[in-house]
T-cell receptor, first 115, second 112 residues
Framework: DTEVTQTPKHLVMGMTNKKSLKCEQH?????MYWYKQKAKKPPELMFVYSYEKLSINESVPSRFSPECPNSSLLNLHLHALQPEDSALYLC??????????????FGPGTRLTVL | KQEVTQIPAALSVPEGENLVLNCSFTDSAIYNLQWFRQDPGKGLTSLLL?????REQTSGRLNASLDKSSGRSTLYIAASQPGDSATYLC???????????FGTGTRLTVIP
């Protein structure tokens, strides 16, 4: 199984709502990533988890809160978002942080719209 | 900071044509380079990964090459098909970094 799954596929939320994005992989990967992608732009890294610990936070606003409950799951909690946060949110995983194993596998993404 | 460029930004070819997509990076100290395909509104599909010690990788009709000294990688697609229409992204992993430096992509359209 080389699949990364993400739910929901689409999410529309108001600026006062609290919602969560979910990501799951069953490849035994120990590194997981959140990316944000705006239209016609490449993905931008937000967070990296390695062995269930946050190892990189790319200066992301606190209204985005990641969580890694176990080695297969990655959540992104959203609160008080702004319309400019509307984007495609991508989850990825790789076997390890080590470069030789660092082929990243991406999920289908969650299309987020903030009203 | 690593900068990755893909030229052209868009490319249209008739079905059956062979084509080459280009990727350039400014810092040759990379660990690997990965090529992805992205359909509109969808996630990224990994096509090929070339380690820094390798010169090329092949998968079916796809062949990717890597020349670290010149800071270039190419993705060759043989006998293109309409189903190959998508945006193709390259991404370089730099030494000491945990993330990928993505290019801006080439949007490919294969005309039946």
């Amino acid at each position: 199984d080389t699949e990364v799954t993400q739910t929901p596929k689409h999410l529309v939320m108001g600026m006062t709502n609290k919602k969560s994005l979910k990501c799951e992989q069953h490849m035994g990967h120990r590194a997981m990533y959140w990316y944000k992608q705006k239209a016609k732009k490449p993905p931008e890294l937000m967070f990296v988890y390695s062995y269930e610990k946050l190892s990189i936070n790319e200066s992301v606003p606190s209204r985005f809160s990641p969580e890694c409950p176990n080695s297969s799951l990655l959540n992104l909690h959203l609160h008080a978002l702004q319309p400019e946060d509307s984007a495609l949110y991508l989850c990825a995983s790789s076997q390890d942080r080590l470069a030789v194993y660092n082929e990243q596998f991406f999920g289908p993404g969650t299309r987020l719209t903030v009203l | 900071k690593q900068e990755v460029t893909q030229i052209p930004a868009a490319l249209s070819v008739p079905e059956g044509e062979n084509l080459v997509l280009n990727c350039s990076f400014t810092d040759s100290a990379i660990y690997n380079l990965q090529w992805f395909r992205q359909d509109p509104g969808k996630g990224l599909t990994s096509l090929l990964l070339i380690q820094s010690s390798q010169r090329e990788q092949t998968s079916g009709r796809l062949n990717a090459s890597l020349d670290k000294s010149s800071g270039r990688s190419t993705l060759y697609i043989a006998a293109s098909q309409p189903g190959d229409s998508a945006t193709y992204l390259c991404a370089a992993k730099g030494a000491g970094a945990n993330n990928l430096f993505f290019g801006t992509g080439t949007r490919l359209t294969v005309i039946p």
